[in-house]
């Protein structure tokens, strides 16, 4: 008796292991992490100038100026023109619902592609 019952539990444990293989196919899964450490050699410099008022034309003007000097600083810190891009320029009407009255805001968008990483601390500081 006992021996018929080892002889049923083993054919039931068996059955019941071919199904799970069959269920879940052999698989290997794998889970890392990779670290790469290396020192840049150029830096992309994302900048945004703003101003904000009650004229529109002042307001241009005013941003306007800001980003000749931005780029006139670029340009006397041997920065190459092609390295110098315009992402957007924006003029908008706001509308301030506390005090119901509108102003202005301009701003516009640089992008600096640096190669020379010496300059960076005069770049930004400028």
């Known amino acids: 008796m006992r021996t018929l019952f080892l002889f049923i ?4 444990m068996s059955m019941s292991m071919h ?11 794998v889970t890392g992490t990779g670290v790469v450490k290396i020192t840049p050699d150029q830096v992309l410099i994302s900048l945004r100038v703003e101003n904000t008022g009650q004229e529109a034309a002042a307001v241009k003007k005013q941003n ?8 006139r600083f670029l340009k006397e810190s041997d920065i190459p ?9 924006r003029l908008n009407k706001n509308y301030n619902y506390n005090s119901k009255t509108y102003n202005y805001q301009a701003n516009q968008a640089i992008n600096v592609l640096l190669k020379d990483l010496s300059k960076y ?5 400028g």
């Not at 539990?9 to 039931?12: A, G």
């Not at 306007?64 to 780029?71: H, I, N």
């Not at 023109?81 to 320029?89: A, L, M, S």
């Open 121 to 125: 601390e005069a770049v930004m500081n």
């Open 19 to 29: 199904a799970q293989t069959e269920a879940f196919p052999s698989r290997v899964d």
């Open 9 to 12: 539990s083993l054919t039931i």
């Open 81 to 89: 023109d092609t390295d110098v891009q315009t992402e957007y320029i």
């Open 64 to 71: 306007d100026q800001v980003v000749a000097d931005v780029l």
